[in-house]
């Protein structure tokens, strides 16, 4: 992410790790059935990732980390990296090894790599508008729970900028907390003693 100020390295990778598993979880559950009935657990196979629509590809990253998780001894082989502009029928990467393996973490990734990408792209087009003027796109916490993190950092792969990662990283008063507060004075005056008081 762009604004280290606001998450830490160690932060945002546990982010991504509490996402990842949460996903395999939600997916596969205690096995992916189909593929465990009927391919052999020797099985070795190969696949690619086409693309099918023009635009910035996102998730390349996230999709090895994806697949290091389910498997360590499936082999990635990249050709385009994140924050590239894509044509219908580039291919991204292949992905190598056990054939259950490749089927398991496969809708995990298409689905990520979805979303990222569909991001990183609009996020781009505003950014080609907006060219040089001194105007920055910037994000917000209006994001998918639980995926908050894998939508921000397409945000800055298609040249936005993160603006608060959470609740706990910037103080942001708002109509709600200055109405809840007694008025803007006493808004702001409570939040300046607040922080303070506990070295924030």
């Known amino acids: 992410l762009k604004n280290k100020k606001m998450i830490t390295e160690v932060q945002f990778q546990n982010e991504l790790q509490v996402l990842i598993a949460n996903a395999i979880r939600e997916d596969v559950g205690p096995g992916d059935y189909s593929s465990l009935a009927c391919i ?10 086409l693309v099918k629509e023009d635009g910035i590809i996102a998730g390349v990253s996230l999709a090895k980390m994806i697949f290091e998780y389910v498997d360590p001894a ?41 979303r990222m990408s569909a991001i990183a792209t609009k996020t ?3 950014v080609k508008l ?19 993190v894998a939508e921000k950092w397409a945000v800055t792969i298609g040249g936005g900028e993160n603006h608060r990662f959470a609740l706990y990283d910037m103080v942001m008063l708002k109509d709600n907390h200055i109405d809840f507060a007694g008025g803007i004075t006493l808004a702001i005056a409570k939040t300046q003693a607040y922080l303070k008081e506990n070295n924030l």
């Open 40 to 49: 052999p657990a020797d099985a070795m196979g190969k696949a690619k990732l």
């Open 74 to 114: 499936m082999k990635i082989d990249v050709f385009i990296e994140d924050g590239t502009a894509v044509k219908t029928g580039d291919v991204v990467f292949h992905v190598s090894g056990s054939s259950q393996s490749i089927l398991k973490s496969e809708r995990v990734v298409l689905n990520t790599m979805q």
């Open 124 to 126: 781009n087009s505003f």
């Open 130 to 148: 907006l060219e040089g003027t001194n105007t920055k796109i910037l994000d917000t916490r209006k994001t998918t729970p639980g995926f908050r």
